[in-house]
Each structure stands twice: as C-alpha cells, then as structure tokens.
C-alpha cells in the first residue's frame, strides 16, 4: 500500500510520524507532502521521512487561495508519481485529488466544525472519511469516525512516548530544577483572523512572576523582541516534548502546546479569544481539569491562578493523578490509527 500523508503543520507531523512508522514496517510506502512551514522539513528530516515541499505559506484571502491552489496541484501531481493508494491528512488537498485520482481520502481533523468553516466547506464535502474526537459538537454523518481521544495521544500517550531527563542538561539545568515554559504564537493562521493572546505587558508580567519560582523559557512563532531573547528555548523542536514533560507549568496563547501540556500531566494555563470555543480543550479543563483558560482581558485572573497553583504543595502529583483519569478513558490514538487504515483500505 502507498500511503501519502499530507501535512500543514508541525503538531501533523507528530501525529502521523509513529505510525507511518509501522506502516513501513509492514512494507508500505510513505510519502509526505508538506506546506513549508518553519520546523515542518527540520522534524521530517529529524525522523529520517521521505517528503515533497507542495506549498509556500501565503498571507491575505487572495494569497490562501493561489496557495490552495499550488498546494492541490502539488498534491495531485505527487500522489500520480507515487501511485497513492490512500491520503491522510489534516488537509483539504487531499480531498480534492481524491476525486481526480485512484486514491482514497482519510482527514483527521480535531477541531469543531463551526470553529474552522472554511475548511469544514472545503474539505468535508469530498473526503471519502472524516476522523474526529467523540467530544467534538459536529453533526456526524455517515463519513464521520470518532474515537475517544485527541490529537496529542497519538504521539504523547505512554505507549508512544518516554520522556528523556537528560533534558535537563540540555537546558543547561540540573536534574529535578523547575523551569517553567512560555509559548507565544503569531495569529497567521487562516483560523487566527482577528484573534489575539497575551500582550506584550502580560509577558513581561508572566516573567517576572514565574522567575521567582524557577527559570523561565520562551518558544515563539516568529521575530522574539530583544528583551526576551534572552529567554529562548535552547533545543531543537524534535526535543520540545521531553521539555515540556518536565516543566512546572506552561503558559501559552497558543492552543496545541496546551494540550500536549495537558495530555502530558504539566499545569497549563492558556490566554487568548478562542477560550470556550473547542470542544478538546474545554473537555479538557472541564471534565479532566489539566488546563485553565483565561481571556487577554482577564491577566489579572490569570496571574493570580497561577500564583495559586505554585503555592500548592502537591501540584505535580495532583496533576499525575488527573492525567491518568483522562488516560484511563482514552485511546492510544497511534494504535486506533493504524487499526483503523488497515481496515479502510
């Protein structure tokens, strides 16, 4: 079997990376495609995967949509090339040259919907299947498989993933020295217009406070303001998982790394406009309570949450013990995944 796995972001790659592992170790083919996004290449390269570079990233509605178009034709010549028998992907490419070509289409998508309709028009229309989270306010059709899980235990459950304490010398750290990690993102995405997270004054608030509990590292998207520089995570992406595992806390305006920290038993807070609008990240406050989400207008709030959580004595054992509720209920997404493709095809 040859299987074309498309990809458009760095987390995509982590999610399909252990499987397609297996894949080939059953003798199938793999090939990536990919939009080139920072880190996207460095961590197919990490993992020693064959890819093809589809797409540049473009800004504006007229930008998206000539890259849409680069991207699909890109796509559709490269699964003619490898004679895919099947396509995955985060993507609404795939779908389209599933249509034109012999191959099948497979979109694992874990968002809501109504929170990313442009691609749910786009893409759900012409997919052969659509994959998502059992927690997800979707209406389900007879195209959609749902599974008890996320995204991030495809990569991040125990199954898959042993954390590396020499991670702390990496950091430059002693072993069991609490670090905190801060992730700032850019708000490029095409799903990011009109949102926004921590200010600039919430930063170097954050910083302030968590440098008396520990050291603080930043991971950014984009240009870091000289001030934070000092500050910048001093590991290569591949590494950033093992990091996180270890850390007291993670605050992000981001949403991926929110849940990899939740999945992972590390305290997250997250501050940005999209709180209370995806069902993965809400199950996981509500029900599991491993993450807590504040409004940009609600910094206060969120420092003072923060300070409460460090002054527990407990914390990372009262985390532990969340985690493995939320483990107990979930599947290990890797394996589903693998059980899953066998079958469809």
Same mark, same amino acid.
């Given at each position: ?23 080939? !170790? ?49 796509? *559709?010549?490269?699964?003619?090339? *490898? ?5 995955? !992907?985060? =993507? ?12 099948? =289409?497979?979109? *694992? ?26 927690? @997800? ?18 990569? @991040? ?22 670090? &905190?990690?801060?992730? @700032? ?17 919430? #930063? ?17 998207? +984009? ?52 709180? +209370? ?11 599991? #309570?491993?993450? *807590?989400? &504040? ?16 002054? @527990?004595?407990?914390?990372? #054992? ?28």
């Amino acid at each position: 079997m040859n299987i074309l796995i498309d990809i458009g972001h760095p987390a995509h790659v982590h999610l399909f990376a252990r499987a397609a592992k297996i894949w080939q !170790g059953k003798g199938h083919q793999v090939l990536f495609t990919i939009r080139n996004r920072p880190m996207v290449p460095e961590l197919l390269e990490a993992l020693h995967f064959q890819y093809s570079i589809a797409s540049t990233p473009r800004t504006g509605v007229i930008g998206q949509a000539v890259e849409l178009l680069e991207h699909d034709w890109q796509v *559709f010549c490269a699964a003619r090339r *490898f004679r895919a028998d099947i396509m995955l !992907g985060t =993507s609404v490419s795939i779908t389209h040259v599933s249509k034109l070509t012999p191959a099948r =289409s497979v979109v *694992f998508n874990e968002d809501d919907a109504d929170y990313i309709k442009p691609f749910a028009y786009l893409a759900y229309p012409f997919a052969d299947a659509i994959v998502i989270p059992a927690c @997800l306010r979707d209406k389900k059709t007879n195209k959609h498989y749902t599974y008890e899980g996320y995204h991030e235990l495809a990569y @991040l459950h125990p199954n898959q993933f042993t954390p590396d304490p020499a991670i702390f010398s990496e950091l430059g750290m002693k072993d069991g020295e609490p670090y &905190f990690i801060l992730r @700032l993102v850019a708000f490029k995405a095409h799903h990011d217009t009109g949102q926004r997270g921590l200010s600039i004054n919430a #930063q170097r608030k954050l910083i302030n406070l968590l440098n008396q509990y520990g050291k603080v590292f930043i991971t950014n998207e +984009g240009k870091l303001p000289e001030e934070f520089r000092p500050y910048q995570l001093p590991i290569p992406p591949h590494r950033i998982h093992h990091a996180l595992y270890y850390a007291k806390m993670l605050i992000s305006d981001g949403q991926t790394m929110t849940i990899e920290a939740a999945v992972l038993g590390t305290p997250s807070i997250r501050c940005n406009t999209f709180i +209370g609008k995806c069902s993965v990240i809400e199950e996981l406050e509500h029900k599991y #309570q491993l993450t *807590f989400g &504040f409004l940009p207008n609600e910094e206060n709030k969120m420092l003072d949450k923060i300070t409460l959580l460090l002054k @527990l004595p407990d914390l990372q #054992q009262e985390w532990a013990y969340r985690r493995e509720k939320m483990l107990s209920e979930k599947v290990d997404l890797t394996s589903w995944m693998v059980n899953f493709i066998d079958k469809f095809e």
